[in-house]
């Protein structure tokens, strides 16, 4: 009876990964392919293994917090142009704004890039961070989260920032799709606000 429970909690356990897992993205290739657009060069970064939240990039494409799209009267462009489709958009928040589940950036998730990986948020902010690589010419931490599916899976979307040890920002949400077997950038939206 003792190991019928065992089994039937790591099976349960198995499933419920499974279910997890199945709504991201199986490979990291679309973000390898925006990678390279970013022409980083030979410079080292360091690259927060915790991926970036998902509510990042719901708020940036959303332009604001929350299900509901805002239209800022004193902007009243919309950047997400004909991208944003309520039903679709509404579907994609449900299934990916509640997910608290921590998630961690692998170094083979990234052939051909010599990151640092560093364990923790708001690496920049850290004084055992910012020691350990003075002097290093190491100044940015790259954060990324995990590719989320939108609009049926034809396009995905991830939030991309670039953080300064300066302190400056590049917040953005990267909308992709693919096209004829090969991943294309769609749009690159940057953010507005800063919290």
Not at 24 to 46: A, C, M, P, R
Not at 51 to 78: C, M, T, W, Y
Not at 153 to 170: A, D, R, T
Request: charged share 30%.
């Amino acid at each position: 009876m003792e190991q019928f429970k065992k089994i039937l909690i790591l099976s349960i356990s198995s499933f419920i990964l499974s279910c997890v897992s199945t709504k991201y993205v199986d490979s990291y290739e679309s973000v390898n392919v925006f990678l390279k657009t970013q022409k980083l060069g030979k410079k080292k970064y360091i690259l927060q293994s915790d991926k970036g939240r998902n509510k990042q990039a719901l708020r940036i494409f959303n332009r604001g917090e929350g299900a509901a799209h805002i239209i800022d009267s004193s902007d009243p462009v919309d950047y997400t142009d004909d991208l944003f489709v309520e039903k679709h958009w509404r579907k994609m928040y449900r299934k990916y704004a509640k997910d608290t589940i921590k998630k961690y950036w692998k170094k083979e998730d990234f052939p051909g890039h010599n990151f640092f990986l560093e364990k923790g948020t708001g690496l920049t902010l850290k004084y055992d961070i910012g020691i350990k690589y003075m002097n290093s010419g190491i100044e940015d931490v790259i954060v990324i989260s995990e590719p989320m599916y939108y609009w049926n899976k034809k396009y995905i979307m991830f939030y991309f920032n670039i953080v300064s040890f300066s302190g400056s920002l590049e917040p953005q949400v990267v909308i992709m799709k693919k096209e004829k077997k090969k991943w294309i950038v769609v749009k690159v939206i940057g953010d507005y606000v800063y919290y």
